[in-house]
């Protein structure tokens, strides 16, 4: 029976054939709040790029981005939406999505990420778990009208007050907010909450309720797949997202002389964490092509911004080498960024790295419950390190394979995989929390669930 080794330190690789591995702890972790993480980008750099959004025409600046999350996080103090609150947001990728994400965190209110392809019993779902107070939605995207959905939940939209509903099917809902120019009956417009915000904007009440956030306090819910059954909110602490997205800069070398280009989704980890957290953590500018993934417009973006870094599965990478189109781009400037959510074929890889210059893409490996990367390449690592595993233990994480007893497996058995450390989510949102089985392994505290866990098979790691 193989047990968790007792010796304190880094153990980067899998040693004497056992399937567990605990990463560095030099650097050590933040207590800096969402908003402190941003505050503190602003102050480095408050004149270099920060935002582009090419399908909305916006450029702002640190400086810029920070102001404009400062009026809408008073737009919605004026509304009533106060620290612990849940304000979801259901749209594609879009400047208000990232506005609301730093406005919510600048107050303490919880962030609900709701999947743009939600259809009605999902959004009802996920919308009444965790008692959302306000929303924040697009009038729609693709196929899926989202104001229509909305209305068709709460008919009472049709005779309600804007930021009065009551509504028999959303009992905790209370504002509606929409993107766009045109009117709705009972909801709010994006645009007269900014300007509400605007004119009763007071950054010093906003620093006061800044100042008193716990950073190990609940900031955001992304809902899981649901594969189990319905979507599980995992709830993320400020501590574990800011540290999650240093760690992930700091594999990928990124510096504020960075601009990465963001194809994936807002609403997914990946685009939250690995991408949007991961350049406040170093001042890289944030480029986003459009809406949705779009191989034509992404690869625009990266010519046109001249993007060093890309994001994206390895579907997405394969669809833009296709393109027809792909010759008159100019990739000389690509250096880094992520492919992750499915594993990358070797001669994808190589085509990346020939074709687009991509020469230190990194690989990540991990869940929405740890924040979410538990693994990650470096740099420099090899090609078939970059396509043969998900790369090394993050730093101040531990994670072990184990079978259905609890032991650790030997290398190359297939167990489940558990993490522990700073990255482990709080829990999912409304689910009764129950402990785990307890190690017997003299120095291990015991963990209490939540605890993430995930099927695996342990290979030698990327060192």
């Not at 880094?10 to 591995?21: A, C, F, K, L, T």
């Not at 008073?74 to 609301?100: F, H, K, M, Q, Y």
């Not at 104001?147 to 007050?161: F, R, S, V």
């Not at 074929?345 to 990540?364: D, F, G, N, Y």
């Amino acid at each position: 029976m193989a047990t968790e080794p007792t010796q304190v330190g880094v153990q980067i690789e899998p040693r004497d054939g056992v399937s567990y591995v605990r990463g560095a702890t030099d650097i050590p972790l933040s207590d800096a709040t969402v908003s402190r993480f941003l505050l503190d980008t602003v102050r480095r750099f408050p004149d270099r790029p920060a935002v582009v959004f090419r399908e909305q025409n916006i450029r702002w600046t640190w400086r810029e981005f920070a102001n404009q999350v400062n009026v809408l996080a008073s737009g919605l103090l004026a509304l009533g939406i106060r620290a612990g609150d849940r304000v979801g947001i259901w749209s594609p990728n879009r400047v208000e999505w990232l506005l609301t994400q730093f406005a919510t965190a600048r107050m303490g209110a919880v962030l609900v990420n709701i999947n743009p392809a939600y259809r009605l019993a999902e959004l009802e779902y996920a919308l009444n778990k965790v008692g959302c107070k306000a929303v924040i939605a697009a009038e729609q995207f693709k196929t899926s009208k989202y104001l229509d959905m909305l209305q068709t939940l709460a008919p009472e939209l049709a005779d309600a007050a804007p930021n009065q509903l009551s509504a028999a099917k959303l009992p905790e809902l209370r504002a509606v907010i929409r993107m766009g120019d045109g009117k709705t009956p009972g909801m709010l417009n994006f645009d007269d909450v900014m300007r509400t915000g605007r004119d009763q904007l007071d950054a010093a009440t906003l620093d006061a309720l800044e100042a008193k956030l716990n950073p190990n306090e609940p900031i955001n819910i992304q809902f899981t797949s649901g594969t189990t059954g319905n979507p599980k909110g995992a709830t993320l602490t400020h501590r574990n997202i800011v540290n999650n997205a240093r760690y992930i800069a700091m594999a990928m070398r990124l510096t504020e002389q960075d601009s990465l280009c963001i194809p994936v989704p807002l609403y997914h980890c990946f685009g939250m964490v690995l991408a949007v957290l991961a350049c406040v953590s170093t001042g890289c500018v944030m480029v986003f092509p459009g809406e949705a993934f779009d191989p034509g417009a992404t690869l625009a973006a990266v010519h046109d911004e001249k993007c060093t870094a890309l994001h994206g599965v390895p579907t997405m990478f394969i669809i833009e080498l296709d393109h027809p189109d792909f010759a008159k781009y100019d990739f000389s400037r690509l250096r880094t960024g992520i492919m992750a959510g499915s594993p990358c074929p070797i001669e994808t890889m190589k085509r990346v790295v020939s074709k687009m210059h991509l020469s230190e893409i990194t690989i990540a490996y991990g869940m929405t419950e740890t924040s979410p990367v538990s693994f990650q390449s470096s740099t420099p690592d090899p090609l078939d390190k970059r396509t043969t595993t998900v790369g090394r233990i993050q730093p101040h994480l531990e994670v072990k394979i184990i079978d259905p007893l609890g032991n650790i497996v030997p290398l190359g058995e297939t167990g489940e995989l558990c993490t522990r450390g700073y990255s482990v989510m709080k829990g999912y949102w409304g689910a009764t929390r129950r402990r785990a089985r307890r190690s017997s392994t003299a120095g291990c505290t015991p963990a209490i669930l939540p605890r993430s866990t995930r099927k695996a098979t342990a290979t030698s790691s990327a060192a």
